[in-house]
């Protein structure tokens, strides 16, 4: 079946460093979005990418989706404790409701 | 607007119970999603519902159940309550394909 990975599992960061986390389906995706969890919090939404070759940002978040819409990636520039968390992806494929959710990167920020 | 909201917050069942949870969708959301999340793993989908009926499912056995009712709040049911049920549910409420809005969740212990 359908699997989303992620990568890396855990990152550790000094406050002001940069982050960055890869996510990659077995299949292509219609569309993907991004999701934040503090701990102990539930998913919050981030943003949704639906073109090929997308790119949007949202402050200092910068989120791409690839050209084969396989894969996508979150880059976060200067880290700050306040973006301590779980990030996941999850994608929807062309014909179906569902969205699989990647196995999340855990992130960390040191200050 | 009270968002997505979830009851209860915690629960404490026997193996072999029942088990009903109940979500109220973000106003204006006609879909609902459920998904279950064990610790450390991203959120796994259940299934989703649009306009009263299981519009999709995820690869949960027939224990699992749901419902809408005409005013768009879900029930998620299990039946045979089995250790390995223990995880937070997470209800999730969107506009069709638009982001989802995440409750708080209901933790599930079974023992």
């Known amino acids: 079946g359908q699997q989303v990975m992620q990568i890396p599992q855990y990152q550790h960061v000094q406050e002001g460093e940069d982050f960055t986390t890869y996510c990659n389906s077995s299949?292509?995706?219609?569309?993907i979005q991004w999701y934040k969890q503090r701990p102990g919090g539930h998913p919050v939404f981030l943003i949704q990418?639906?073109?090929?070759?997308e790119v949007k940002k949202q402050k200092r978040l910068t989120f791409q989706f690839g050209e084969a819409k396989k894969n996508s990636s979150l880059h976060i520039t200067a880290t700050q404790t306040t973006d301590v968390g779980t990030y996941f992806c999850?994608?929807?494929?062309?014909?179906?409701?569902?969205?699989?959710f990647g196995t999340g990167t855990r992130l960390k920020v040191l200050a | 607007d009270a968002g997505v909201t979830q009851s209860p917050t915690h629960l404490i069942k026997t193996r072999g119970q029942q088990v009903t949870l109940r979500c109220s969708p973000k106003?204006?959301?006609?879909?609902v999603s459920w998904y279950q999340q064990a610790l450390g793993q991203g959120p796994q989908f259940i299934f989703q519902?649009?306009?009263?009926?299981?519009?999709q499912r995820g690869n949960f056995p027939d224990r699992f159940s749901g419902h809408q009712f005409p005013n768009y709040s879900s029930e998620l049911n299990v039946n045979a309550l089995l250790l390995g049920d223990s995880a937070l549910y997470l209800c999730?409420?969107?506009?069709?394909?638009?982001?989802?809005?995440f409750g708080p969740g209901t933790r599930l212990t079974v023992t």
């Open positions: 999730a409420s969107s506009a069709d394909r638009d982001e989802q809005y």
């Open positions: 299949t292509t995706l219609s569309n």
């Open positions: 990418l639906v073109k090929s070759g």
């Open positions: 999850a994608g929807q494929t062309s014909g179906t409701y569902k969205y699989i």
């Open positions: 106003s204006g959301h006609d879909t």
């Open positions: 519902y649009y306009e009263e009926e299981e519009r």
